[in-house]
T-cell receptor
Framework: DSGVTQTPKHLITATGQRVTLRCSPR?????VYWYQQSLDQGLQFLIQ???????AKGNILERFSAQQFPDLHSELNLSSLELGDSALYFC??????????????FGPGTRLLVL | GNSVTQMEGPVTLSEEAFLTINCTYT??????LFWYVQYPGEGLQLLLK?????DKGSNKGFEATYRKETTSFHLEKGSVQVSDSAVYFC?????????????FGTGTLLAVQP
C-alpha cells in the first residue's frame, strides 16, 4: 500500500458526460501528479500540482482540468467525454516534487470506461 | 526530447530462470531512473531507483545499475518466481525546471511459468 488513495476504483459513463476523479496523497506529500494509462498511448503525464498551485502541464486535453485543495487532495475533472478517454487514470504524490531523490508513489488508479 | 525505450514483451520464463529486461534512455543532463511494477489489476509500485551514474538500485532480488556511458538501466533478477509475473516499466525523471514528470517506457510483460 503506497498511502495514495483514489476514488472511485471504477467508473462507467456515457459519451458527452462529465466525471470527477479524486486523489488523496500520502501524508506529508505536497505534490500531486496525474497520469493516464491507455493501450495506444501508454503512460502519459497529464498535470502536476504543488501545495495548491499548478506546477506543470503535460498532454492534458482542454476538456480536462484539475485542482488541488487546501487539504492537499486533488480532483481531476473530465468533461465532454469521448470513447477515447477510456483509460486507467493514476494519481501519484511526492514530498516536494523536486530533487534527484524525489520518488513518486502511485495510487491504485481509477478505471474509466466511456460507452 | 527525453525518452525511454524498453525491450518488447512478452517475456516468458520458467521459474528460477535468470531475467533481464533491457532499458535505454535519452535525456539531457543526469536524470533519475526508476523501475516500477504493475501486478495484474493493480496500480504502479516502485521497485527500485538510482539517482546518479554507477548507482545500483536493488529490491526483492531485482537489481539495476545506472550506466551513463551506455545510457542504460537494465533490470535483472537471478531467479524469478511465478509471483514476479507482472508488467515492468522503466522510467526517467528529469528534475529541476518547471516539471518533474516521469517519462515511462512502454512496459514489458513478464510471464513466469511453474
Amino acid at each position: 500500500d503506497s498511502g495514495v488513495t483514489q476514488t472511485p476504483k471504477h467508473l462507467i459513463t456515457a459519451t458527452g458526460q462529465r466525471v470527477t476523479l479524486r486523489c488523496s496523497p500520502r501524508s506529508g506529500d505536497l505534490s500531486v501528479y496525474w497520469y493516464q494509462q491507455s493501450l495506444d498511448q501508454g503512460l502519459q503525464f497529464l498535470i502536476q500540482y504543488y501545495n495548491g498551485e499548478e506546477r506543470a502541464k503535460g498532454n492534458i486535453l482542454e476538456r480536462f482540468s484539475a485542482q488541488q485543495f487546501p487539504d492537499l487532495h486533488s480532483e481531476l475533472n473530465l468533461s465532454s467525454l469521448e470513447l477515447g478517454d477510456s483509460a486507467l487514470y493514476f494519481c501519484a504524490s511526492s514530498v516536494a516534487g523536486q530533487g534527484p531523490q524525489e520518488t513518486q508513489y502511485f495510487g491504485p488508479g481509477t478505471r474509466l470506461l466511456v460507452l | 526530447g527525453n525518452s525511454v525505450t524498453q525491450m518488447e514483451g512478452p517475456v516468458t520464463l520458467s521459474e528460477e530462470a535468470f531475467l533481464t529486461i533491457n532499458c535505454t534512455y535519452t535525456a539531457t543532463g543526469y536524470p533519475s531512473l526508476f523501475w516500477y511494477v504493475q501486478y495484474p489489476g493493480e496500480g504502479l509500485q516502485l521497485l527500485l531507483k538510482a539517482t546518479k551514474a554507477d548507482d545500483k538500485g536493488s529490491n526483492k532480488g531485482f537489481e539495476a545499475t545506472y550506466r551513463k556511458e551506455t545510457t542504460s538501466f537494465h533490470l535483472e533478477k537471478g531467479s524469478v518466481q511465478v509471483s514476479d509475473s507482472a508488467v515492468y516499466f522503466c522510467a526517467l525523471r528529469q528534475y529541476g525546471g518547471a516539471t518533474n514528470k516521469l517519462i515511462f517506457g512502454t512496459g514489458t510483460l513478464l510471464a513466469v511459468q511453474p
